[in-house]
Structures are given as C-alpha cells and as structure tokens.
C-alpha cells in the first residue's frame, strides 16, 4: 500500500524553526518529484517547495514567500524528504502537506500525506 507520511509540526513562536518530515511506505521516494503544499485557514492549498527526482540532480524549487527560509532535501537512505523551516511568521501558518509528482516539479500532486499543523505564535 502506498501511503505518504508527513511529521515535525507543532507550535512555535514567531523566529522559530522546525523541520517536517515526509516518509514513504510501498514505494520509493527518490523515484518522484515531491512536493510540500500548505493549507491555511480560509485560504486555498498551495506550493510551498519541491524537489526533482534524484535521477534529475534533486533540484530544488521555492515559492517566493519562503526563499531563503525554507530549505528542501532528501534523505534517500531514509527513504524521507524533509523541509527545513526557519526564520518562521505567523503567516507561515498552515497544515503541510507532502505530495508526490509523478512529472516531476511544476507538475499536478498524485499521492497525499494527511498533512501536519504547523502554527505560528506568541
């Protein structure tokens, strides 16, 4: 069974870090392209970071609003992806997702973790 894991959220205060992890069961993860989405309050799902196969260099993409901060990685003798967030604002807010993507960055999401709060506060 494929299934998709992600962890490492909780509460942190503005300035704060954390780092999410993204396992998987059934299948490998240094074959995807995978990506980290978030979800806020209110607000549609969107890209956050993503990561090429490792076949294709894992090369690395950020949106806008996280550059500089977030850092995307892989662990393939973990079989794991994580998201290294720092410097962290409210707005971060959001429950994180990781997805695959089959056609690598850029491309639509396929298989879905359950996602992990990540809140922001003082």
């Known amino acids: 069974q494929v299934q998709l894991v992600e962890s490492g959220g909780g509460l942190v205060q503005p300035g704060g870090s954390l780092r999410l992890s993204c396992t998987a069961s059934g299948f490998t993860l240094s074959y995807y392209a995978i990506g980290w989405f978030r979800q806020a309050p209110g607000k549609e799902r969107e890209g956050v970071s993503c990561?090429?196969?490792?076949?294709?260099?894992?090369?690395?993409r950020y949106a806008d609003s996280v550059k500089g901060r977030f850092t995307i990685s892989r662990d393939n003798a973990k079989n794991a992806v994580y998201l290294e967030m720092n410097n962290l604002e409210p707005e971060d807010t959001a429950v994180y997702y990781c997805?695959?993507?089959?056609?690598?960055?850029?491309?639509?999401?396929?298989?879905w973790g359950q996602g992990t709060q990540v809140t922001v506060s003082s």
């Open positions: 997805a695959t993507l089959p056609g690598g960055c850029g491309s639509g999401a396929w298989d």
């Open positions: 990561i090429n196969r490792s076949s294709e260099g894992s090369t690395t």
